[in-house]
């Protein structure tokens, strides 16, 4: 449906990206610019429970709205839909959009359902935007913006110079300052010693470097900065903590200096943790977009596949401040081959740039 006739701005606005951690994360950009170009309205996000703090973080949102995994099966729309009902929403934009939230917010009356014009839950929408992202022609992120900014053309409404304002998540100075100095003081850290995250785990259908590929890269990189520490992030969930711990116990044996780092206290606090490191490295996975968010220089790694390339899934950072590293995949299992010699010198010299600049 064409977007050219004017619908009033919206008082109150749902926006969803109700899926994963990246996903939430790439999302973001569009949250910041809709904040920008709509300062009156009301904006709520509509995410799962495990992403929820972080969107309580997110300054460009008002509120944040559970939704359960059962309305995403299909056993629970009808609650979700007089949830809806009773907060008088005006519109909605479904980033990504699944049938049966779809259907809850057309059964809510919610007047005004944006959304990419995919698959079947479309039919439950009032405005469709082809984007072909399956092309992976552009960012992610860049795609949500693209959705924003027709839901703007629908309300006659100007998007904001620039359309993209990095970083969009961020922590008080003093508070990061203190937290700072309270993680090198439990890991026995100097002040100056360059702190280097890396994340080994995957994520969905993300693809990552086997634990030879983390060990040759980390290995360049100690050779570069001799008094770097190596941070190796993980989930709670114990299969990664396993591999983190071995990706630990590899480094230890090489004599690169690591201390294993598990969140186990959620997002919220992970977020902080990765805001006082000094760069981030893993695969396309959220804590990668998740760094990206926070303005930490990234390095991530990349199949040679379309529809997971470092074209679309790159995260949403400042220019200069993301490196992507693009692998073929390994002829068994899930991961990337390990970076050539000239991938890791490419990464040394990004992080020369970043770790050794005023």
Known sequence: ????????????????????????????????????????????????????????????????????????????????????RDQSYDAVISFFSHYHTARAFRRAGIPIRIAPAVKLAQVHHTHRLHQHRSRSLKPEYRYNLDLAIFALELWRIEPPDPLEDPPYLGFPVDRRRAHARELR??????????????????????????????????????????RVTFLVTSGPAPE?????????????????????????????????????????????????????????????????????????????????????VTRPEAARGDALLPPSDEDNRRVCAFLERHLRSP
């Open 185 to 226: 003081e439990q890991y026995g850290l100097g002040e100056r010693t360059p702190l280097i995250a890396v994340h080994p785990g995957h994520g969905g259908s993300a693809r990552n470097l086997d634990l030879e590929g983390y060990v040759k890269l980390c290995g360049s990189i100690g050779r570069l900065f001799q």
């Open 240 to 324: 990664e903590c396993a591999y983190a711990e071995n990706l630990s116990r590899r480094l230890d044996a090489e004599g690169l200096p690591n201390r294993l780092h598990v969140s186990s206290t959620g997002l919220a606090r992970f977020a902080l943790d990765l805001s006082v490191v000094d760069a981030f490295l893993s695969g396309s996975t959220g804590p990668l977009h998740l760094a990206g968010c926070l303005g930490v220089p990234t390095v991530g790694f990349f199949p040679e596949k379309r529809s997971a390339n470092a074209t679309r899934w790159c995260p949403p950072t400042k220019e200069g401040f993301h490196l992507p």
């Open 1 to 84: 449906m064409s977007a050219a006739r004017q619908t009033p701005s919206p008082r109150s606005l749902l926006v969803v990206r109700d899926d994963r951690l990246g996903d939430f994360m790439l999302a973001w950009p569009a949250f910041a610019l809709l904040r920008r170009a709509l300062p009156e309205t009301r904006i709520t996000a509509l995410v799962p429970e495990y992403t929820a703090p972080l969107g309580r973080l997110c300054t460009s949102l008002d509120d944040v709205l559970v939704v359960s995994h059962a309305v995403r099966n299909g056993t629970d729309g009808t609650a979700l839909a007089e949830r809806l």
